[in-house]
């Protein structure tokens, strides 16, 4: 205690505290924190040996192939540039330059959404620490530069300056420089927009207009169509792609990208090129300067999400009570009405519940029609002549999301699962009530896709694909169901709607998500075999015989369990308490 | 006259068309054991999270130790200690290495960090969770371990919100003892608890505040003799004498905070409300 004297042994003024001290110290906090997530709860035993084996087998099947996405941009960047320069097509640096920057900031604000998942560390916390805003400037540009974008970014451009200078060997300095600063463009610019956006992600609208923009984005890339008017075709004309770059090339000129291209291609004209470079300099330092005055706020202590009012928990408030008077109060103190009511109380009480949340919650409903739009686009391409495959495989897809959510169905609740737990109530009746609601809400995507598929087939679709789709389909949400309620229970993870940031799950949790993968995955492809073998013994009910059994099989399998699902949860209850109810 | 510990001026903070703090002059000396009291939603976070740096005022100003939080935030920050309402912990990092990395970023030295990791690590009797992670730590051991935090580098200003929430008796004794001691010593703490008792055992001066208002300010004795409330000079009249010293701070508090924006007392809920309930 002697020690805890006021003023001890602190430096005299914030000014006297080492900026190298306090570097230092947030990157030992972010190794130590990447080091304790790595080696957190360890299982141990037969589960640790499992568990490790698939971490194996999932980083021998993915690694592959992110390499491949990784080396692909880096040797195509450097043999573009080498190639414009050796073959005298210079100006193919602008386009290229353009390229690399487009794909830089799409995979980082990508990205943001999944950092934002899996990060356990907000950099904006550390204002409260006696920093000075030049270092809070600078550990806020540090944190987080270790990412896929800017590793392959800087790569790619690394890649261009030793093609550049490969194929000329008097550009090979001054492409490493001006590429260097290109690089930090890149990064300030990846910055200003990740606080902007930090900034607007505050507020909940805004993210989910956000979701519905990334979505539409991704949907839109499908639309971009290089093979069906090939750039070398004789007699085509090109792609409206190809067009919109080509007719933007001038403006571009005035841009970073051609700020860039322009310094090394100008080398020979050196005040030419220096005009160029300084154009690149001020492009840079006017991102730098965006992203400051966006930190400079933070630090200097703003509420991110000032813009909604305060009276709006009044209102969650008012609605909450609406909700327990619509659902819970009603459903379990009202008196019996005249009829038999379709569910009992406490299962009307719970799906009314779900039904509020589902309703609330935009993401979800995207997340509901996007599968659907893909589907029109699939129709476009070769898959959709063969309705065998195409109507399958359709609604394999629009379905695989949603089932996806059978596996954590407790995990919106939160801490609010206490209340199951409190209540009494059977548990398997708030079973039944979430499964019915994810079971309403496949049927409706199925029959949708289905619908989707009938309306675009080019041929019609034979009776015998139909009922083994049907059964097929049964087996596939019984079978989910069935594996869904048991790791739902058994390994539930908090997740908030529409918050970005969740809690990382554990290493069970993420053994979990393998097994899930296999069993989803699983199922929703066996009905490529089965098709295959039906085509190829020219047996067309083959399919109805194998997913009849199966379809039965695993409506039995749910319904042995739904009997067993009140012992199961009460098991289980320390594992809602410590995933769920921890705050 | 001596530099005042915290000092504001007509502060204000505003959320879109909410006014959470509205006009707050609030005045400790160094050295006082401060206590800001006031209902659920009243703008007493709000304040400590002005106070300390971590949201900025709509308008007005803040002093501490004379430094102006808009010309000198880090300074002020290097002197001051805080524990906020969500503790603001990392969850990933154990105790010790959480307490080596608050330390290294106050400026302490390598040596100096780690005496005081050890020491404070034992007083709060967590050195035999030192290598859990923080996350797994229970909600008092986390609390523990945030004011261990906030005080590492000798604060002369401590900010606590609800520092006793959820720490078991045994440890609150010892956190009391520990702030008493920093009392002594010259510190000033300010704080923030719904524990009526535990502000009338260890503060010296008190700050009511009510929908955004300071309502009250002053010393036990003054509030207990009905003064120190807004606009109200401390007087005779005001309460009678002969109960003044018996009345609890719980009593002054709902005689503040109990009554509706006209002053009148809060009404009592009907007999027939909640009739159900046995």
Known sequence: MAELAAGMNVPANARDIPARTQLLAVAWLRWRIFVNSMFRRRPTGTRQALGLAFAILLRLIVWPFLALTVVGPIVGSGFFAWMAIAEKHPQGLLPLFAGIALLWQFVAINGLSVAATVSNFDPSSLARFPLRFGRYLVLRTLIGLLTPSTIVGCLALLAAAVGIGLASLKLALPALVVLAVYALMNIFFTRMIGAWMERWLANRRFREIFGVLMALIAIGFQFLNFQRAPVHAPGTANSWLLNFLHGSSPYLHWLPPGFAAHAILRAAHPVEALAQFVGLLASTALFAAIFAIRLHKQFLGEHLSEGVSRRAPARSVARGRALAKETGAIAMAAPAQPGRPAFPPIVAACLRKEWLNLRGNVSQLVGMLTPLIFIVILNRAVFARHSTYFLPGAIAYALMGILAGLYNVFGADGLGVQVYLLAPIRLRDVIVAKNLMSLAMIVTEAALAWAVVTVLARSPIPLSTQISTVLWTVFVIAANLAVGTVRSIQAPRKFVPGQAQQRRGTPTNRTSGLLIMLVLLGSLVLQVPVTILSRTFQEQWLGAWIFGPLAAAAILAYAVLLRNAEQLILAHRDVFAEELCKV | ?278
């Open chain 2, 1 to 278: 006259m001596t530099t005042p510990a915290i000092d504001t001026t007509a502060l204000t903070r505003r959320f879109g068309d909410f006014t959470a703090v509205q006009n707050v002059n609030l005045r400790v000396d160094g050295g006082q054991f401060f206590g800001f009291l006031g209902p659920n939603g009243a703008g007493k976070s709000t304040t400590i999270r002005m106070l300390t740096g971590l949201l900025a005022p709509s308008s007005g100003s803040i002093r501490i130790l004379g430094e102006d939080m808009k010309d000198n935030p880090a300074e002020i920050k290097r002197q001051i200690g805080v524990v906020p309402e969500g503790m603001a912990l990392f969850g990933r990092l154990t105790a010790d290495e959480y307490l080596r990395f608050v330390g290294q970023m106050y400026g302490l030295d390598r040596a100096t960090t780690l005496q005081r990791t050890k020491e404070l690590l034992e007083f709060m009797q967590l050195a035999d969770e030192q290598k859990k992670l923080i996350t797994d730590f229970s909600h008092g051991m986390q609390k523990k371990l945030a004011l261990a935090a906030a005080v590492i580098h000798g604060p002369k200003v401590l900010f606590l919100d609800e520092p006793f929430e959820g720490v078991d008796a045994v440890a609150a004794g010892t956190l009391k003892a520990m702030l008493q001691r920093m009392i002594a010593r010259g510190a000033t703490v300010f704080l923030t608890s719904h524990v009526l008792e535990i502000v009338e055992r260890l503060c010296t001066h008190v700050a009511i505040i009510h929908r955004g208002q300071l309502v009250a300010q002053g010393s036990l004795e003054e509030l207990r003799a009905g003064g120190g409330r807004a606009g109200q000079k401390a007087s005779a009249e005001a309460a009678e004498p002969a109960n003044a010293k018996h009345r609890s701070l719980e009593d002054i508090f709902l005689e503040i905070v109990g009554t509706d924006r006209e002053g009148n007392p809060a009404a009592t809920p009907p007999e027939q409300e909640l009739s159900w309930l046995s």
